[in-house]
């Protein structure tokens, strides 16, 4: 048969579905528990005047950026962190399960960041502020939980099974 009615050989994905999701997973997780944090701290600072939303976009601390950007721009800033934090997250929950338990961890150890953040603007509450240090702490529970939902989500739907039982 003259070659050029030979059937192309059949080559392989360059990648398989097996290493694209936990990428998709991974920037899902993380645009969605960073617009949970976010809306939630952006409510808080409306309602009670704390700057915790304004602490979360804060950038005073990077040198080569100005001080201020708008604040849509400050806020993909800070999705862009969430995303690499999802993305470690589902790697982390894939290689060894335990979603919800290490979603809340990654919430509670983001938290910690309050103490030199707070430390590093004249624009964000004190070190010692008690309401804005509770309210930056659930907040970032939430992001946690949110985390851990959708980490329980995707190992779930990995298998086949439903994310939640419902006897």
Known sequence: MPHHFAKPPVTKPIQSL???????CGILTGIFSGFVLGF???????????????LLLNIDFVPWLPSTFPEYIEFALHLVVS???GTFYIW????????????IL????????????????????????????????AGHLLFGTAIGICGQIWQHTKKGEFPFKHD
């Open 18 to 24: 097996k290493h694209i999701l936990p990428w998709k």
């Open 92 to 103: 982390w929950v894939q290689r060894s399960g335990h979603p919800m338990f290490k979603g």
């Open 106 to 137: 990654i919430g509670v150890l983001s938290s910690l960041l309050y103490i030199p953040l707070s430390q590093l603007s004249n624009r964000v509450p004190d070190l010692y502020d008690g309401k804005a240090i509770l309210y930056w702490l």
């Open 40 to 54: 939630f701290l952006k409510a808080i600072e409306a309602s009670t005047d704390e700057k915790v939303y304004t």
């Open 83 to 85: 995303i690499v934090i």
